[in-house]
């Protein structure tokens, strides 16, 4: 069986072969609150949370970004093919009589350490030629011994600190710093994002301010395809159509995807969505209070100018 003939078969460009080791600047970083809660499903000490894994392959999922960044980052589609794939892998792999899990490490920084791929400012991981425009999953594995492990490659740093990422940013970056309570992306998964991030929401799930200025990131953009305009208009998703948007971005978002549509009615000014607002408003108690009241009284100040 050839692991990298498999990871492609099931969608993914590249995959890394790295060893099962400890990242412990990784775990203190976490300790000392360097990275948000999105981080503490990471697993502290990989050999004692695989003790049977000699391997953890890491593969790669490039995407192009959309032409307009008002709709939703291009990544969060590609995140959801790529963990189907990763299940799909993991699988074929079973088959194979290979034991597999998907692995719950920090694949940024065990690729760094390898000596694969460069950081830049923006603490995003790049690979040419996709730049920083990829998805990663991993996979624990218990392979035959010897085990092949990819070298070192493609660590010669990239990022020349043009301070463009950080001039596009709300003030998560400060030459080559990165704050995580002030970057909107810490707030999009499980948890409420602060009001004070809500004028800032421009599309579902996103910011990729950083990357799309960056000099060094591919320049190719592809135009939104019509079915993911549709499925992720914020009126609709309101309104409880919320079904093809699931089906886009996965199936466990949809708290987090209703909040955002209720934002996004108000920073786009859709008048129409009032009515359905004022009505979850009545059903759902306290949950989406915060996004609500800011929808709802910015909606009815843009009706009473108009007025
Ligand atoms: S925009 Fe400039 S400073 Fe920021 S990551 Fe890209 S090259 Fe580095
Ligand atoms: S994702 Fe947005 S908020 Fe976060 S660092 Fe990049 S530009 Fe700043």
């Given at each position: 069986m050839n692991l990298f003939a498999l990871c492609r078969q099931?969608?993914?460009s590249k995959s890394f072969l790295l060893p099962n080791t400890a990242y412990e600047d990784w775990t203190r970083h976490r300790n000392d609150g360097a990275f948000h809660a999105n981080a503490d499903y990471i697993r502290d000490d990989p050999q004692k949370a695989y003790p049977w894994a000699n391997a953890c392959l890491i593969c790669v999922w490039p995407y192009t970004?959309?032409?307009d960044p008002a709709v939703v980052p291009a990544y969060y589609l590609?995140?959801?093919?790529?963990?189907?794939a990763m299940n799909d892998l993991i699988r074929a792999l079973e088959k194979e009589g290979i034991r597999a899990e998907r692995a719950e490490t920090p694949y940024?920084?065990?690729?760094?350490?390898?000596?694969?791929?460069?950081r830049m400012d923006n603490q995003l991981w790049y690979y040419p030629p996709y730049g920083t425009f990829t998805v990663l999953w991993g996979v624990m594995l218990s392979l035959p011994e010897p085990v092949e492990y990819t070298p070192p490659h493609a660590n010669e740093p990239v990022c020349d600190h043009c301070g463009r990422c950080d001039a596009a940013c709300f003030g998560a970056l400060h030459q080559g710093t990165f704050d995580w309570h002030a970057c909107i992306r810490s707030y999009l998964e499980n948890?409420?994002?602060p009001e004070r991030f809500m004028p800032e929401l421009i599309s579902f799930s996103g910011c990729q301010r950083c990357q799309y200025v960056c000099p060094k990131n591919p320049k190719k953009r592809i135009p939104i395809p019509q079915q993911v305009r549709d499925a992720l208009d914020p009126v609709e998703i309101v309104k409880g159509n919320h079904k093809a948007a699931l089906e886009l971005l996965?199936?466990?978002?949809?708290?987090q995807l209703l909040r955002q549509a209720i934002v996004l009615c108000g920073n786009q000014n859709r008048t129409e969505a009032i009515p359905y607002l004022l009505e979850l408003s009545e059903k759902s108690g306290d949950s989406y209070k915060t996004e609500l009241n800011y929808a709802i009284s910015l909606l009815q100040k843009s009706g009473n100018?108009?007025?």
């Open positions: 099931v969608g993914f970004p959309f032409d590609a995140s959801n093919r790529a963990y189907h940024r920084t065990q690729l760094l350490a390898a000596g694969i791929g460069a948890q409420p994002m996965g199936r466990n978002r949809k708290k100018m108009i007025e």
